[in-house]
Nanobody
Framework: QVQVVESGGGLVQPGGSLRLSCATS????????VGWFRQAPGKEREGVSC????????YYIDSMKGRFFISRDNANDTVYLQMNSLKSEDTAVYYC?????????????????WGQGTQVTVSS
């Protein structure tokens, strides 16, 4: 049984940092592209960042570049999202997803497995 579990969310002040983890089991993470997505109240889900399977290429939406960093540890079946210089508009539920045949990794339609999400709240 495949499981995708996010952790590391919480309450942080503007300008602070958080590191989200996406732990997987039941699959060989190395062959999966992994993406982070978020959904704020009243808004559509959007892709945040993703890391490809075989060459670990990374992608970010423009508003995240230089602030968020994605990495993967295939040996431990975990992907991380380091989030720095957080802003109030980063407040959302963050989801992790894994997919084998993902061509457009910041679009969520091609992923096979999703986690339940972790809440990130940026507030003073």
């Amino acid at each position: 049984q495949v499981q995708v579990v996010e952790s590391g969310g919480g309450l942080v002040q503007p300008g602070g940092s958080l590191r989200l983890s996406c732990a997987t089991s039941g699959l060989v993470l190395g062959i999966y592209t992994v993406g982070w997505f978020r959904q704020a109240p009243g808004k559509e889900r959007e892709g945040v960042s993703c890391i490809s399977n075989f060459d670990a290429s990374t992608y970010y939406i423009d508003s995240m570049k230089g602030r968020f960093f994605i990495s993967r540890d295939n040996a431990n079946d975990t992907v991380y999202l380091q989030m720095n210089s957080l802003k109030s508009e980063d407040t959302a539920v963050y989801y992790c997803a894994a997919g084998v045949r993902v061509k457009v990794c910041l679009s969520g339609g091609e992923y096979d497995y999703w986690g339940q999400g972790t809440q990130v709240t940026v507030s003073s």
